[in-house]
């Protein structure tokens, strides 16, 4: 349901992005960089493909605690039963972002909408795709409580889309709003990697819980926010992005020699590390005033990229609607097309040899697809037109692609 709601919610959010890189470039403010756009845009695409499979942790899991667990069934026809829902699921959305700070585990999740060197109202659609993996345990007291699924759902959606406008850099401060509720001058501090702002302003709908438990900071005119994280992800692949901390937790744990060291480094603050480890692999420092990722795109690679982005992103529209008709195997094999679309994408904004063919069989794989089923992965049967139409793009795409991405790539070594 969620995903349905925030896929017919996407051409608002498509707006007010436009309406703020209008504004930002009439100010001479403009926020936006086409490669880190696309990749926060992807990184939210694939956490709805993948939570279709996942919503079984973020919601079965919280029904069959009510309907066994739970000490009351409150009425879902009670307006205070909203009002009071929606409070304390704000209330566990703080510890579970704060969590998501202080923990390595959720950290590896979380990390993914940190990534970006901007900040704008893109930034709020990159989210992460493992977050359902333990962020479930956090909003079973609801559960327990007896409020059910329906109230949970819709209270979970609209604590979400309420983040969305304060992801930008175009509003300033709010007075008085701004000591009550998250507004977008307390939440760019959340999304800094200076010193003096970290792992501050957690709140998702009232900054209150932060004033609390002594975790606000005021946005301060001295101390302009930078963006990004503390180990820059230095890349513009989505399952990069949503692995890059798991692997560098699991590797530490590995090289540790004391047991009790490969277990609590998952549960310790980001950035610990076993003494031995870090002796051994030291860490580079980091540098606030490094350069930002932005390996150069010419005008004709960056529109190939552009527009099998808006292709794969109007194709997933269809996978959220109609995933629930398909077989489970056609389903899988539909989200794998997907996300290694994203992929491949990603791989070619960076201009890396390897991506080239693979752009390749993927146009010949999604043409042979069409020609030989006359379907589009078993979810619906094509007419001869709308087959015509993918075989030609397809065409197309393989036509352009060679000569576009031929010469060289982001390290100056030959493609072809």
Sequence with gaps: MQEKIITFASPVFFLFIAIELIVGIKRSRN??????????????????????????????????????????????????????????????????????????????????????????????????????????IFYLPLAVLGYPVEIFIIIALIDLLYQFWVHTQQIGKLGWF??????????????????????????????????????????????????????????????????????????????????????QIWFRPPGWRPADVAAAYPSKAFDINRPLYDPALNGARMWYCLVQFVLILQVTTHFLTAYNDASFGSGLAYAIWLVAGLWIVGGLMEQRRPYLPLEAVRLLASLLIVVLSGSWFGTVPLSATAQAVIVVICIASLCALWPIFKHRDHYGHPVH
């Design 178 to 263: 701004d000591r009550v509720f998250v507004s977008p001058s307390n939440h760019r501090v959340h999304h800094a990697v200076n010193d003096i702002y970290l792992d501050k302003n957690y709140g998702g709908i009232l900054i209150l819980w932060d004033r609390l438990f002594g975790t606000f900071i005021d946005e301060m005119d001295e101390h302009p926010v930078v963006y990004g994280t503390r180990s820059p992800l230095r890349s513009w692949n989505p399952l990069w992005a949503n692995l890059e901390v798991y692997k560098a937790v699991a590797l530490d744990a590995w090289r540790a020699r004391r047991w009790a060291d490969k277990v």
């Design 31 to 136: 926020t936006y960089r086409l490669n880190d756009t696309l990749n926060s845009l992807s990184l939210g695409i694939m956490s709805q493909i993948v939570g279709v499979f996942l919503k079984v942790l973020a919601v079965g899991v919280y029904a069959w605690v009510f309907a066994h667990f739970s000490v009351f069934k409150l009425p879902a026809d009670n307006i205070w039963v909203w009002v009071s829902g929606l409070l304390l699921y704000d209330f566990l959305y703080y510890w579970l972002h704060r969590m998501g700070h202080e923990t390595s585990l959720l950290w590896a999740a979380h990390v993914v909408h940190h990534q970006s060197e901007e900040y704008n109202l893109s930034t709020a659609l990159r989210q992460t795709s493992t977050g359902s993996l333990f962020g479930w």
